[in-house]
């Protein structure tokens, strides 16, 4: 079955400082990989996705994930983070080709940036 | 704006109560899904409609029942409600094109609390 872990469940950082979320799934096929973020109060947003191609993908709001497919890992950084980027960030895969188009979501890594 | 759009967005239930969470989107999407987020455990999957017609269970569809009323409306239905069922909802959509599955874009999300 597949599964995503993520194992940084709570973050804290400084405005400014560089950031790298962990994101490891478990699946023996072809995959596309997501991340979403949740600002407070609010729905689940696309970051990035991933489908095939380079391997590090560029999003909005200056992210870039990471696919490193011998590590089964797609790692979001960003440089230099602000204020707004306060949120929750979820992880999730889908099997490539999946009849059922189901995501897989990971626990989440609440990320908090202070001023 | 175009999107999945959620009603209600709060509702407070006693046990033993009935309820349904509607669910439309108008992006001409063939999947639809409901979610629901508990602090802790990411985003949990209780039913899908991958096509109009269908639907099937998720990981957590105990308790609850759903409609796909047609290609635009997917439906939760709480039949007796239970306290642990307290929990935010999300209904969310998605195409396919190809073998790819197409991000998955998401309603504001139903609070809804059980005494």
Same mark, same amino acid.
């Given at each position: 079955?597949?599964?995503?872990?993520?194992?940084?469940?709570?973050?804290?950082?400084?405005?400014?400082?560089?950031?790298?979320?962990?994101?490891?799934?478990?699946?023996?096929?072809?995959?596309?990989?997501?991340? %979403?973020?949740? %600002?407070?109060?609010?729905?689940?947003?696309?970051?990035? /996705?991933? &489908?095939?191609?380079?391997?590090?993908? /560029?999003?909005?709001?200056?992210?870039?994930?990471? &696919?490193? /497919?011998?590590?089964?890992? &797609?790692?979001?950084? /960003?440089?230099?983070?602000?204020?707004?980027?306060?949120?929750?960030?979820?992880?999730?895969?889908?099997?490539?080709?999946?009849?059922?188009?189901?995501?897989?979501?990971?626990?989440?890594?609440?990320?908090?940036?202070?001023? | 704006?175009?999107?999945?759009?959620?009603?209600?967005?709060?509702?407070?239930?006693?046990?033993?109560? *009935?309820?349904?969470?509607?669910?439309?989107?108008?992006?001409?999407?063939?999947?639809?899904?409901?979610? +629901?987020?508990?602090? =802790?455990?990411?985003?949990?999957?209780?039913?899908?409609?991958?096509?109009?017609? @269908?639907?099937?269970?998720?990981?957590?569809?105990?308790?609850?029942?759903?409609? +796909?009323?047609?290609?635009?409306?997917?439906?939760?239905?709480?039949?007796?409600?239970?306290? *642990?069922? @307290?929990?935010?909802?999300?209904?969310? *959509?998605?195409? +396919?094109?190809?073998? *790819?599955?197409?991000?998955?874009?998401? =309603?504001?999300?139903?609070?809804?609390?059980?005494?």
């Amino acid at each position: 079955a597949q599964s995503v872990s993520q194992h940084n469940h709570h973050v804290i950082l400084s405005e400014a400082a560089s950031l790298e979320l962990g994101c490891n799934y478990s699946y023996g096929g072809t995959v596309n990989l997501f991340w %979403y973020v949740q %600002y407070p109060g609010q729905h689940l947003q696309l970051l990035l /996705k991933y &489908f095939s191609g380079d391997p590090l993908v /560029k999003g909005i709001k200056g992210f870039e994930a990471e &696919f490193i /497919k011998s590590k089964f890992s &797609f790692n979001l950084r /960003k440089p230099s983070v602000q204020w707004s980027d306060t949120a929750e960030y979820f992880c999730a895969v889908i099997a490539y080709g999946g009849a059922t188009n189901k995501l897989i979501f990971g626990t989440g890594t609440l990320l908090a940036v202070q001023p | 704006n175009a999107g999945v759009t959620q009603t209600p967005k709060f509702q407070v239930l006693k046990t033993g109560q *009935s309820m349904t969470l509607q669910c439309a989107q108008d992006m001409n999407h063939n999947s639809m899904y409901w979610y +629901r987020q508990d602090p =802790g455990m990411g985003l949990r999957l209780i039913y899908y409609s991958a096509s109009e017609g @269908t639907t099937d269970k998720g990981e957590v569809p105990n308790g609850y029942n759903v409609s +796909r009323l047609n290609k635009r409306e997917f439906s939760l239905r709480l039949e007796s409600a239970a306290p *642990s069922q @307290t929990s935010v909802y999300f209904c969310a *959509s998605s195409e +396919r094109t190809g073998y *790819s599955n197409q991000p998955q874009h998401f =309603g504001d999300g139903t609070r809804l609390s059980i005494l």
